[in-house]
């Protein structure tokens, strides 16, 4: 069965930490690229960052420096880590392997509050 669970959101203050957990069952993820999402509140999803099957990483300009995307194959795991978390960081979070396996994970809820 192929599938992609999400794992790790919860609630943290702003400037607090957060490490998401993306675990891949069902394709060959060490040929998978992958990307995490999010989408907030009354907001279209966007992408967050992306790691290629060689490493290769990019992120939107708002996590720049703030959010760390990593992968260990030996686990067929992907991970966000997040620091520095603000307000505005509120959302779902979703992981998703790329074409040509186009799966998506089901969502960790991210809430930054005080």
């Known amino acids: 069965q192929v599938q992609l669970v999400a794992s790790g959101g919860g609630l943290v203050q702003p400037g607090g930490s957060l490490r998401l957990s993306c675990a891949a069952s069902?394709?060959?993820?060490?040929?998978?690229?992958m990307d995490w999402y999010r989408q907030g509140p009354e907001k279209q999803r966007e992408l967050v960052a992306g790691?290629?099957?060689?490493?290769?990483?990019n992120y939107a300009d708002s996590v720049k420096g703030r959010f760390t995307i990593s992968r260990d194959n030996a686990k067929n795991t992907v991970y966000l880590q997040m620091n520095s978390l603000k307000p505005e960081d509120t959302a779902v979070y979703y992981c998703?392997?790329?074409?040509?396996?186009?799966?998506w994970g089901q969502g960790t809820q991210v809430t930054v509050s005080s």
């Open positions: 998703s392997a790329r074409p040509p396996f186009g799966v």
């Open positions: 069902g394709i060959r993820f060490s040929l998978a690229a």
């Open positions: 790691i290629t099957v060689g490493g290769t990483t």
